[in-house]
């Protein structure tokens, strides 16, 4: 969604000035990093915004609107297909599930026809399945959608939602009318939600939003967010990947080294299983996602999804990369010859290493990886054993640090590949 600074009424000044008091003296008690025991590894989960967007017309089309049904949908399938059990745990709820007017008490209700239920049914709904639920709001004014924004009633807010049994807050930065509104919005939202008392991971929008104006502060974020949107929505294409991506990789001297348990650069939603992307695209976005260490928040209609894409998302191998422990981000390593290798340092001394073709002509190219310039020359030295995971998996064998690895990738395509230390043991 594109930013919109927009000017309203101002909130009385001494309103403002008590919030920011509070804010500077919650800052001095604050840890450098969010503290809330959340987000150990990216969180994982589906969020509806890409594939059903803001359909609000549940005469016509009931199996796409935004409304209570869905959500039960998805819930029950998320159990009975697998996902929950390889770590797709919250089912998120975007933009548009509001009534146009907060109730009489001043707090948000859901749209009373499309969630006849309110969202506390909804959640225990949820809950009852083994799964927690995610919803959306704005720091601003109104959400991006024209719905009502928090701007005013964070503490109302946060404590609504905590009441209601949220276990997830999205929290957009439309309709703020001033950059100091926006970024002191964030941090007093993330204060609200650990004063309730429930654990409700935290996903922002702020650097997004501050990139047009100034270069964030990824520390300061990082204090307050679980994870945090740097670049534009995913839209269902290969040029949405493929700029996120080079976006990515052209930012990561500045936002690699932020992320870790706790805190996760997300480069937003997977749509896989949808309709622009090819396979070997698909198997791009699944690597890379993985190597980036993102949140894992599928935008798709699990109950149309095909047995490919469903088996690509529910890989355990490439989601045990994403969720490794050690928490630390992969980047690009090099560039070269319209081909990307990127690695990520995983735990117990093992690599993921994801060669990419950059190509979208021609046939499958031929790609030879020196071992020793892998993981800063310790990646595999003296030895190690490297299996191919992605497209399909394959046990390559056990490689010295002086050899070469060969592959062949795809045009859009990207091979991804698990590199385990070995010990060569002498015997006697």
Known sequence: RVMKLRSRD???????????????LCEILVARALDNGLARTPTM????????????????????????????????LMVSDGWKDVGYEYLCIDDCWMAPQRDSENRLQADPQRFPGGIRRLANYVHSKGLKLGIYADVGN???????GSFGHYDLDAQ?????????????????????????????MSLALNRTGRSI???????????????????????????WRNFDDVSDSWQSINDILDWTSSRQEE????????GWNDPDMLVIGNFGLSWDQQVTQMALWAIMAAPLLMSN?????????????????????????????????RKEDNTEVWERPLSNLAWAVAVRNLQ????????????????????????CFITQLLPVKKELGFYEWTSSLKTQINPTGTVLFRLEAATIVQKN
């Open 10 to 24: 101002q909130r009385p000044g001494w309103v403002l000035m008590f919030h920011f008091l509070v804010l500077v």
């Open 45 to 76: 989960g589906w969020l509806h915004w890409e594939r059903f967007l803001c359909n609000l017309n549940c005469k016509e089309e009931p199996d796409s609107c935004i409304s209570e049904q869905l959500f039960m949908q998805m819930a029950e």
């Open 142 to 148: 109104k959400t991006c959608a024209g719905f009502p």
């Open 160 to 188: 609504t939602f905590a009441d209601w049994g949220v276990d997830l807050l999205k929290f957009d930065g439309c309709y703020c009318d001033s950059i100091n509104h926006l970024e002191n919005g964030y941090k007093y």
């Open 201 to 227: 991971v935290y996903s922002c929008e702020w650097p997004l939003y501050l990139w047009p104006f100034h270069k964030p502060n990824y520390t300061d974020i990082r204090q307050y967010c679980n994870h």
């Open 255 to 262: 936002i690699v080294d932020v992320a870790g348990p706790g």
């Open 301 to 333: 209609d699990l109950r149309q999804i095909s047995p490919q894409a469903k088996a690509l998302l529910q890989n355990k191998d490439v989601i045990a990369i994403n969720q490794d422990p050690l928490g630390k981000q992969g980047y690009c390593l």
């Open 360 to 383: 979208e002509i021609g046939g499958p190219r031929s790609y030879t990886i020196t071992i020793v310039s892998l993981g800063h020359g310790v990646a595999c030295n003296p030895g």
